[in-house]
């Protein structure tokens, strides 16, 4: 019996339904972790299906079709290391989140999940069954228990298996990002390490999917809860880790951690990488996007940049009276710092023509709302247009503020296909537009360094320029005071009471719960994007559109 044993850690990147493809990944890391001399190739959980599948995963074919691409895998794969990959599996009539371990041809074990996540952007119970308590699997003459995911954030499952003899844990992982998550992460592994008193691997997988962003940070743990390795955020990594036996039992040998960058660089990755995934998934290959000359339009520019560079990246202003010189001025210069195409298409003219059809039904009528919406409708129908003709996906840009009260034109500016700001409040846009401009680094930015994003625009008071000297904040408090507000009413879930008991305004409040509440219905039609916080908008939150509570 070998006293040594050697881990591949596949840190890889699956797509949601492209089964060929996953398995080809697999084959492809199984033919690494071959020359790496490992006992064990190890993929994330549901790595063969991509993940989430949601109710695709419920589908038979489906699931029929991934478990025999998985078998004909372990026949293919009959010499080398022993394989690890996340797969559905069918047993009677339940559908079980499973790891495979193939090895020597045939498949030697699959676990199943036992804790089904059912919260955040989580459903499980609706796709899979829970599965019982299991030991742990003999691979290569050792016994790894394995917690998929889930089950390792809770006591019993890890109990169960360091006390059936397990000599290490092997979790793996589909684990989204948030802010913190790999704080919270480490916390439950560092938590099962102390309890268990076993080494940990903790694999995770990469890459974006709809509005989830998968960051790896796979790590070991050895038993005390030290950190032995730490891969890399967002990157697709193949990583061998050596495990010993000795006198003090099982830990692992290797020594290799990298230092994570700080929040506003992780953030800014995430929104990166699920712009860049989201294209390649769906397959769309250039972008194009309103350029306002304010600030979000213009970190906007700098993402779809970065993430699909500036050769296919369109900046169109589309301005009418209200748009101010500056506003001319600094969309360009942006747009040129970052090496975008700009287009100028002024709207003065279809904005007279809608004007002139609509007259005989709005004489009488005062100009309002309705007339500063058309503005921002039509360059919305322009934006299609041309989205439609050149096959550029158009990117929305309003950020959190803006997307909670409403403070956006459905079928306007709300039109498009993604929107990387969606979870991103206001002050945080401008902070990441500062951050933004002091970094950059080109290993995974493939838009240009230095100050792409003019300082007047960071520093000039936020406008959507609809009518004559307008400003947010005619609408709006003031973004330090409305964003403080929303985190309270939204990520934290509190009343209008304790709102007001950390010193903000009755009726303010009140005003922007109540916005809050009925701008549901345009989130309902608005475009998915990047998740950055555990309150996002879509599978986090889910609030009915018709409601009449209010908080006392």
Not at 263 to 281: G, N, Q, T
Not at 380 to 404: D, H, I, Q, Y
Not at 483 to 511: M, P
Not at 525 to 538: K, Y
Request: glycine share 10%; net charge negative.
């Amino acid at each position: 019996m070998a006293d040594t044993f050697r881990l591949t850690l596949a840190q890889l990147n699956p797509v949601v339904g492209d089964l060929a493809g996953n398995i080809a990944q697999a084959r492809q890391a199984h033919a690494a972790g071959a020359r790496a001399g490992a006992d064990l190739v190890a993929l994330p959980e549901m790595f063969a299906t991509g993940y989430q599948t949601m109710d695709l995963g419920r589908k038979p074919a489906f699931v029929e079709d991934v478990m025999a691409r998985v078998e004909a895998l372990a026949h293919e794969l009959a010499g080398g290391p022993a394989l690890g990959i996340g797969a559905p599996y069918v047993e009677g009539t339940n559908l079980y989140n499973a790891y495979w371990i193939l090895d020597g041809g045939k498949v030697t074990a699959v676990v199943k999940k036992q804790a089904l996540p059912n919260d955040s952007v989580f459903d499980e119970k609706r796709v899979y069954h829970p599965a019982e308590p299991q030991g742990p699997v003999a691979i290569r003459g050792w016994r790894i228990g394995i917690p998929i995911c889930e089950d390792a954030w809770h006591v019993g499952p890890t109990e169960t298996l360091e006390e059936s003899g397990a000599e290490m844990l092997f979790v793996p992982n589909g684990s989204p990002y948030h802010r913190a998550k790999h704080e919270r992460r480490m916390n439950h592994m560092v938590a099962r390490v102390v309890e268990s008193g076993l080494p940990l691997a903790y694999l995770n997988m990469v890459g974006g999917q709809d509005d989830q962003v998968f960051d790896g940070t796979s790590f070991v743990l050895n038993p005390g809860g030290a950190l032995a390795v730490l891969m890399p955020a967002f990157d697709a990594v193949v990583q061998t880790v050596e495990f010993a036996r000795g006198a003090d039992g099982v830990r692992c040998i290797s020594d290799d951690k990298i230092t994570l960058p700080g929040d506003y660089a992780l953030d800014y990755r995430a929104m990166v990488e699920s712009v860049r995934d989201y294209f390649a998934k769906t397959g769309f290959k250039k972008a194009l996007l309103g350029m306002s000359g304010g600030v979000d339009s213009a970190l906007t520019a700098a993402i779809a940049a970065d993430a699909l560079g500036p050769d296919n990246v369109r900046c169109v202003m589309l301005p009418s009276e209200y748009t101010s010189p500056h506003s001319l001025e600094d969309a360009e210069a942006c747009a040129k710092a970052l090496g975008c195409r700009y287009d100028y298409v002024p709207i003065n003219g279809p904005r007279a023509a809608v004007t002139e059809a609509l007259a005989p039904l709005f004489a009488g009528t005062e100009p309002g709302l309705t007339e500063e919406n058309i503005q921002s409708r039509l360059r919305g129908l322009l934006l299609m247009a041309l989205s439609n003709k050149f096959g550029e996906m158009l990117l929305t840009t309003g950020n959190k503020s803006e997307v909670a009260v409403g403070y956006a034109t459905i079928y306007g500016d709300m039109a498009g296909g993604y929107n990387p700001l969606k979870d991103l409040y206001k002050m945080r846009v401008f902070d990441t537009c500062r951050w933004r401009n002091a970094n950059h680094d080109p290993a995974w930015m493939k838009g240009n360094g230095g100050e792409v994003i003019p300082p007047r625009i960071i520093d000039k008071p936020p406008s959507a320029e609809l009518r004559e000297d307008q400003k947010d904040e005619d609408s709006l408090p003031p973004y330090e005071v409305l964003d403080d507000i929303l985190e309270r009413l939204i990520e934290g879930e509190q009343s209008v009471g304790d709102c007001v008991a950390a010193g903000h305004d009755l009726e303010t409040v009140k005003r922007i719960e109540n916005l809050l509440y009925i701008a549901e219905y345009k989130r309902f039609q608005s475009a998915p994007g990047t998740r950055l916080t555990t309150r996002a908008f879509w599978l986090d939150r889910r609030y009915p559109i018709a409601n009449r509570w209010r908080s006392a």
